[in-house]
Nanobody, 124 residues
């Protein structure tokens, strides 16, 4: 599976962005897909994941859970992350990942395939 993330950029605090992750190579529909992020100087952390049937799981971080929405379009082999009310602390490189499990997982080690990341910068 090859993953290509896009949609990042520079946005002011309070703004919105929609990230996309296009998958190719193997049968997309059977994979659980996830978003992770890594801020400068910090470890990579889980954001959200969605399985082939639309079952979702989000980070325990209420701040992200309230402002981020994950979705996927199997016909387009694409996963999305809609981010709203962005804050400077959301600044990070956002990575998409794929896993062949049925249930969406929240740990880095569960994912076998990774995209290159797309950078999000939120200015105050």
């Amino acid at each position: 599976v090859q993953l290509q993330a896009s949609g990042g950029g520079l946005v002011q605090a309070g703004g919105s962005l929609r990230l996309s992750c296009v998958a190719s190579g193997r049968t997309f529909i059977f994979f659980t897909l996830g978003w992770f992020r890594q801020a400068p100087g910090k470890e990579r952390e889980f954001v959200a994941a969605i399985n082939y049937s639309g079952m979702m799981t989000y980070s325990d971080d209420d701040s992200m859970k309230e402002r981020f929405t994950i979705s996927r379009d199997n016909a387009k082999n694409t996963m999305y992350l809609q981010m709203s009310s962005l804050k400077p602390e959301d600044t990070a490189v956002y990575y998409c990942a794929a896993d062949s499990s049925i249930r969406p997982k929240a740990t880095i080690e569960d994912y076998d395939y990774w995209g290159q990341g797309t950078e999000v910068t939120v200015s105050s």
